[in-house]
């Protein structure tokens, strides 16, 4: 169980690495720069003002370095400790020094930074990865290559009580695949959605017994939820992040060729490839719905593009999934209609607010007619939404919050997301505080409040009121 931040002592949250001079918290497990402390405290931790006062009477007492000579340090020791080690993947290429977490992303770099396409063990290797920073700042780094000794275990300097990083070749660290279905049979399948319970424990770990993607799926969701409830044991992130590799490719054959026979697995899948995506998305610095290195078209993220594509993709097996073992999860997205009167109160600033954005671009000449009418597609999809989930209270869940406003927006709009135009970008930032209502689900937490703030660092000053809006409605409830 994580400790409240506010019992700890200054300097049990926030550690001081003397090497690169920075702060490091230690349970968000990564750095923050000097001006952002006080902030990091505030927004993540939830910490009172008179509160914070020995936290940064603590910090002031070290000299820091911006995140740019942090980053352009020698690097001495790896790990370093206090921070995630990931597994990445490390470009091979002559000189490149390209480092980045997932097989997407590699890709990616190979097709456009050396001009063909790529091969898993030739073209890029496995590596140990950290960063100090997130968000803008951040950025990969790896140590010399070495074996690690099976079972030694290093104690990091300055912690309390000792804490050990576990190297991934240390196998017996690792949960076995019995133990992470376990894990998922005894556990997180009752934390996915209410009223779903048997299904998760049961009927999909069956189906999966005999598809293999499924049953990765399974794996890398149970390891996910490992890795949020023990964020300073990564061997379970490292765990999450290999099976759902494997998952994918073999998910990719099945649906390329759908039978009777696989539909429920296939069904069953696209719905834990929403979990997966949420709990891991906030690993990568993407954009929920899309991310310029996804190999799905139109920058898509998979667990949308998947969604959006299921009914045809499974259009022809409708009516044997709907009386299937897997019947409840067959949902349609539509939509209420709405009329001013019927929004929730609470919301009515924020929806003017909206309102005037989308009118201003009808007098402005920037945009032309198809992007307009994508923003306003878009903005009146999530009036919608708003209203969907005010009706449904207490019992709004996340396939409630993916099947609504995600699947419904145009293409156009998610390219424009894509090329970050502001207005999607803040439209993006309505949607996440929709899904404040889904905070207490693990796989969702403060992420779209993080979101939110990444969000604001791609846009100008101009439209920072439009974000610090829903931040602030974030912190004060809905
Ligand atoms: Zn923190
Ligand atoms: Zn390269």
Not at 46 to 62: D, W
Not at 199 to 227: D, G, K, Y
Request: net charge negative.
């Amino acid at each position: 169980m994580t400790q409240e931040p506010s019992a700890l002592h200054p300097e049990e949250l926030l550690v001081y690495d003397d090497e690169y001079q920075v702060i490091i918290c230690q349970q968000c497990q990564y750095a923050l720069r000097g001006t952002a402390i006080d902030r990091h405290l505030k927004e993540v931790h939830k910490i009172l003002r008179s509160s914070r006062r020995p936290y940064m009477a603590y910090v002031s007492k070290f000299p820091l370095l911006e995140p740019e000579e942090v980053i352009n340090k020698p690097l001495n020791d790896f790990p370093v400790p206090f921070l995630p080690v990931f597994d990445g993947l490390k470009c091979m290429d002559g000189s490149c020094s390209y480092l980045c977490i997932s097989v997407k992303r590699m890709q990616k770099h190979w097709l456009s930074e050396h001009g063909r396409h790529g091969y898993d063990n030739k073209d890029w290797q496995h590596a140990l990865l950290q960063t100090f920073f997130r968000g803008n700042s951040l950025r990969y780094f790896t140590g010399p290559s070495k074996e690690p000794v099976c079972g030694e275990s290093q104690v990091m300097k300055g912690c309390r009580s000792p804490r050990i990083i576990k190297m991934p070749d240390n196998g017996y660290l690792f949960p076995s695949k019995d133990e992470l279905l376990d894990h998922f049979q005894t556990s997180t399948f009752s934390t996915i959605v209410k009223g779903e319970e048997d299904l998760w424990r049961h009927a999909v770990p069956e189906i999966a017994t005999s598809h293999q993607f499924l049953m990765h799926a399974i794996l890398a969701c149970s390891a996910l939820h490992l890795a949020a409830k023990h964020p300073l044991q990564q061997q379970y992130l490292i765990c999450a992040f290999k099976y759902q590799s494997i998952a994918m490719p073999l998910f990719r054959d099945a649906v390329a060729k759908v039978t009777e026979d696989n539909c429920h697995a296939i069904l069953g899948f696209m719905h834990l490839l929403v979990v997966y995506s949420f709990g891991a998305e906030r690993h990568e610095d993407s954009l929920l719905l899309i991310d310029t290195s996804s190999p799905e078209p139109d920058f898509l993220l998979s667990w949308l593009y998947f969604r959006r594509n299921g009914c045809t993709l499974l259009g022809n097996y409708k009516e044997l999934i709907s009386s299937g073992p897997l019947k409840q999860l067959c949902r349609c997205s539509h939509l209420p209609d709405i009329t001013t009167e019927k929004l929730p109160q609470t919301l009515d600033v924020l929806l003017v607010a909206l309102e005037d954005l989308l009118e201003s671009l009808h007098k402005g000449d920037e945009l032309s007619m198809e992007d307009c009418q994508a923003f306003e597609q878009a903005g009146h999809q999530l009036l919608r939404s708003f209203v969907r989930a005010g009706n449904l209270g207490s019992d709004f869940n996340p396939w409630d919050a993916v099947c609504g406003w995600p699947m419904l927006v145009s293409l156009q709009y998610t390219r424009l997301l894509a090329q970050q135009h502001p207005v999607a970008l803040i439209l993006l930032g309505y949607y996440c505080l929709l899904l404040k209502k889904l905070q207490g689900y693990w796989f969702i937490g403060t992420y779209p409040l993080r979101l939110l703030y990444l969000i604001k660092g791609g846009l100008e000053q101009r439209w920072h009121c439009y974000i610090d809006a829903l931040i602030s409605r974030w912190e004060e409830g809905l």
